[in-house]
């Protein structure tokens, strides 16, 4: 199975600061990264797909971006509602892998 | 406009057999595929095996042993069946529709949780 491993764990950041969170697979898995946003009690959202693509409806401060093991999911300015957790997931292969996730709140 | 919808038990006892619906509407089972994904309370997620669009499934080797999914097309419904139940089994069950082979999971229900106790 490909292992997806993600940091920081947690993070905190001002409003309006630029948040970086990393993804590494344990293989190459050719911009086969999606990101995804989970807020307390409801199910994950989609923000990313390929990578870099950004899924309709969301905001344009969130970016991917990445190539073969590395990928990263960058916020431009944080917001309040950006708080939540973010999930990497590589879909190259399956079983389908997730990172551990990410937690982000508001400093 | 696409949904999906888990139902089932909200306790199970050990060793028993987990029994989960995800009701779809907004899009057919014949085209789409849905996975089945869980998520320990505050923990990571777990893919746990898929629906193909064209009938097959395929499993999480880590699972497979205890797991079978299948559907019923005329009531847009996917089921999962699960079986000797433990208390690391208690987590919130999703099912999740993804885009075509090879794309992420775009929609999700809502999630159910199982708890399992005696």
Redesign the interface.
């Known amino acids: 199975d490909i292992q997806m491993t993600q940091s920081p764990a947690s993070l905190s950041a001002s409003l309006g600061e630029t948040v970086t969170i990393q993804c590494q697979a344990s293989e190459d898995i050719y911009s086969g990264l999606a990101w995804y946003q989970q807020k307390p009690g409801k199910s994950p959202q989609l923000l990313i797909y390929g990578a870099s693509s950004l899924q309709d409806g969301v905001p344009s401060r969130f970016s991917g971006s990445g190539s073969g093991t590395q990928y990263s999911l960058k916020i431009s300015s944080m917001q309040t509602e950006d708080e939540g957790v973010y999930f990497c997931q590589q879909g190259l292969k399956y079983p389908l892998t997730f990172g551990s996730g990410t937690k982000l709140e508001i400093k | 406009q696409v949904q999906l919808m888990e139902s089932g038990p909200g306790l199970v006892q050990p060793s028993e057999t987990l029994s989960l619906t995800c009701t779809v509407s907004g899009f057919s089972l014949t085209s789409y595929n849905v996975?089945w994904v869980r998520q320990p309370p505050g923990k990571?997620?777990?893919?746990m095996g898929?629906m193909w669009s064209g009938g097959s499934t395929?499993y999480?080797?880590?699972l497979k042993s205890r797991l079978s999914i299948s559907r019923d097309t005329s009531k847009n419904q996917v089921f999962l069946k699960m079986n000797s139940l433990q208390s690391e089994d208690t987590t919130t069950y999703?099912c999740?529709r993804d885009g075509g082979y090879?794309?992420?999971?775009?929609d999700?229900?809502?999630?159910v949780m199982v708890t399992v106790s005696s």
């Open positions: 996975h990571g997620l777990e893919w898929v395929d999480n080797s880590a999703y999740a090879g794309s992420p999971l775009v999700w229900g809502q999630g």
